[in-house]
């Protein structure tokens, strides 16, 4: 099934009364909703018990969890110190993400600054290398990294970068963030066919599986002439776009099955539904087989 769900908890969640993370899975169950990412952005601050609490009440809603590593992750660094850092902020994340039951952690993979496209992404890709190895030796091997694509021009993450970062290892999931890549081509997908060559590289370079059960994040961005992102929005935008549709219609033909997390700014859970409601209404899979439940 195709899950969707927010990145964090949207304005709705305190103005419907809720206030500790334990009540999220509650939260989301009544907007229909199955999946969640838990947001680590500035830190991992998560304590085992909180993550193992979160993980059993979503696990009895079926609602699947990921997490997002710290933003200020830099893989492709210059700095020996902060490639260093950036695998450990890694591995605090997998550790949350382990003690949740999560399988997805989202990672922001740096920019170039001074240094080629080139340059930056075989520094990233060594990065990357030694972060599985860490994992493995630490015990989080199930953890599956999500490399993001990136919406400002001078971050490292085209799609061709997350794509060839994700051919290191097959436990590498690309994280497609539909809204940065329109941003950092300033309005370049539009069409059906603009979105169909985002599905038909990741087939042709990570294989089938991996193309149809990526992870994703959606979200309107406004941006600039010339840098890229600049600012979350919400789906009431009529400007800069994307639209969910066309992504729709190539989920359902495709028959994909991936993790959409919404990332708009402060309705990122009535947006899921909106998108949970589209890929449905298609005839998308977004709820568990009658076979499936009737065999938990």
């Known amino acids: 099934?195709?899950?969707?769900?927010?990145?964090?908890?949207?304005?709705s969640f305190s103005a419907m009364g809720y206030r500790q993370t334990a009540q999220v899975p509650a939260y989301l169950e009544r907007f229909g909703l199955t999946?969640?990412?838990?947001?680590?952005?500035?830190?991992?601050?998560?304590?085992?018990?909180?993550?193992?609490?979160?993980?059993?009440?979503?696990?009895?809603?079926?609602?699947?969890?990921?997490?997002h590593a710290p933003y200020y992750i830099s893989m492709s660094s210059l700095e020996e110190a902060k490639r260093e850092g950036s695998i450990?902020?890694?591995l605090e994340t997998a550790r949350a993400a382990q003690?949740?039951?999560?399988?997805?952690?989202?990672?922001?993979?740096?920019?170039?600054?001074k240094l080629s496209r080139e340059e930056a992404l075989a520094l990233a890709k060594d990065t990357m290398t030694k972060a599985l190895r860490a994992m493995d030796e630490a015990g989080y091997s199930q953890v599956h990294i999500c490399p993001e694509t990136m919406g400002k021009v001078n971050q490292l993450g085209t799609l061709e970068e997350v794509?060839?970062?994700?051919?290191?290892?097959?436990?590498?999931?690309?994280?497609?963030?539909?809204?940065?890549?329109?941003?950092?081509?300033?309005?370049g997908y539009r069409t059906k066919e603009d979105f169909a060559r985002i599905f038909d590289l990741l087939e042709n370079r990570l294989g089938r599986e991996r193309a149809r059960c990526f992870h994703a994040h959606f979200s309107k961005i406004e941006y600039t002439p010339g840098g890229g992102e600049k600012?979350?929005?919400?789906?009431?935008?009529?400007?800069?776009?994307?639209?969910?549709?066309?992504?729709a219609q190539l989920l359902v033909e495709r028959d994909c099955c991936p993790t959409i997390i919404c990332e708009?700014?402060?309705?990122?859970?009535?947006?899921?539904?909106?998108?949970k409601a589209i890929t449905a209404a298609l005839g998308g899979q977004v709820e568990p087989s009658r076979e499936k439940e009737e065999t938990r």
Do not use: W
Not at 101 to 113: E, L, N, P, W
Not at 264 to 275: F, K, L, R, V, Y
């Open 1 to 11: 099934m195709i899950r969707f769900g927010p990145a964090g908890t949207a304005d």
């Open 35 to 67: 999946a969640f990412e838990y947001q680590c952005g500035r830190g991992v601050r998560i304590s085992t018990e909180k993550a193992a609490q979160l993980g059993r009440l979503c696990r009895e809603r079926d609602i699947a969890l990921s997490v």
């Open 88 to 90: 450990r902020y890694i």
């Open 99 to 113: 003690d949740m039951g999560a399988r997805r952690i989202v990672v922001h993979t740096g920019s170039c600054a």
């Open 163 to 187: 794509v060839e970062l994700c051919t290191l290892d097959e436990r590498l999931i690309p994280c497609i963030d539909f809204g940065h890549l329109n941003a950092r081509t300033f309005g």
């Open 231 to 247: 600012r979350h929005l919400t789906f009431a935008d009529t400007v800069y776009g994307p639209d969910f549709d066309p992504v």
């Open 264 to 275: 708009s700014a402060g309705t990122q859970t009535e947006d899921a539904a909106a998108m």
